[in-house]
């Protein structure tokens, strides 16, 4: 995916206040592209706690992260973004037409009038697991996420952790590796009941071996691995011949690249004024809870308000010969119709 996108806003990052940046710009004509780094939208809400009740939104009384989510989306559905998921903006640099371009680690290249930084706590990684010498196989050989799962055809694969990734891969990859043996330290798993119970059916019969052990070591040469070193509870050792090993030990969050954007940073976070919530860069913009400002309160709500001020300096960057009006959606057959309802 290596042509250049062109479009109005790039927003950096799909958690809810990137979501809901989507709505205020889209009723203000503004198209959107949205990056982010996980495989699916909803940021903290559905990464972290999707199944948790949240009680302050305003008129839900009580809601889930991913149904905040899911709602989300069909409220931004009319505006019709376009997503680019597993992928992480890596770079954001101004051109000489004052647009800006943002590269991502997938290769795409993102060229836009206006950048919304809705990164959160920063972008979602790996947690790696504490075994010498692991970062000599990362890439080649350890792998962290599985971007296509024709890569591990035919494979003699090792699966590590206990979650509901480590299950899913469990499951999705073990009719193509050649063999499969899954990992984790107790044999208890912290996934959907229904995911543990297809992988103890694969195991019961003989299309999965499961073992309950720590990695002790990795067996190689030049970043190809050629075997696991476990040790179980009773401190015996053991070797599992394999090619590819992935662990799937959850996730933490990192600033990431954002740090290396050229904006000014406090703290880790990005500070922005109250009026528009722009960053030190003109047309650059921080919303939700990367930025900083007097009184913030890391709250999704506040989120919400500070796109719907962000999106009023963003239109006079993207349209700066049309005149901005202030509308209610209730009453507007301007906004009604872009929202598909008049
Ligand atoms: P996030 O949700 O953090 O999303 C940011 C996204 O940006 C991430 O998906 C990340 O992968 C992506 N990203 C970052 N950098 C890059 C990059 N360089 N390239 C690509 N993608 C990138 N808030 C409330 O208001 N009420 C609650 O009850 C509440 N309960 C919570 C409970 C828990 C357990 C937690 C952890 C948080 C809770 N919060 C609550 C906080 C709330 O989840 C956050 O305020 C909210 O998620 C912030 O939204 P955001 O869109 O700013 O960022």
Redesign the pocket.
Known sequence: ENHMIETDVVI????????FAVFELGLNDMKCHV????DKV????A???PE?P????PALPVVS?QELTDRLMQQIEPFKPVFHLN????SLTKLDDGRWKMM?DAGTNLVAKVVVI???????VPKKPPIKGIDAYEGASVFYSVRRMETFRDRTIVIAGGGDSALDWTLNLAPLAKKLTLVHRRDEFRAAPHSVAAMRELVAAGKVDLRIAQIAGLEGEGGQLSGIQLKDDKGETSVVQCDALLPFYGLT?KL???AQFGLNLHENLIPVDTEKFETSEPGVFA????NSYPGKL????S?FHEAALMAQQAFRIVHPDRKLRFQYTTSSSDLQQKLGVA
């Not at 950096?12 to 979501?19: D, S």
């Not at 949240?54 to 939104?57: K, N, R």
């Not at 890391?298 to 709500?301: G, M, S, V």
Request: hydrophobic share 40%; with cysteine.
């Open positions: 950096v990052g799909a958690g809810p206040c990137g979501l990056v982010d780094i996980l909803g940021g903290q809400c990464e972290l706690y948790k949240i009680y302050d939104i992260g992928q992480m903006v890596e991502t809705a990164a959160g706590g920063g972008s979602f969050m990431g690249p954002v919303i939700g809870d990367i890391k709250l999704i709500l989120g």
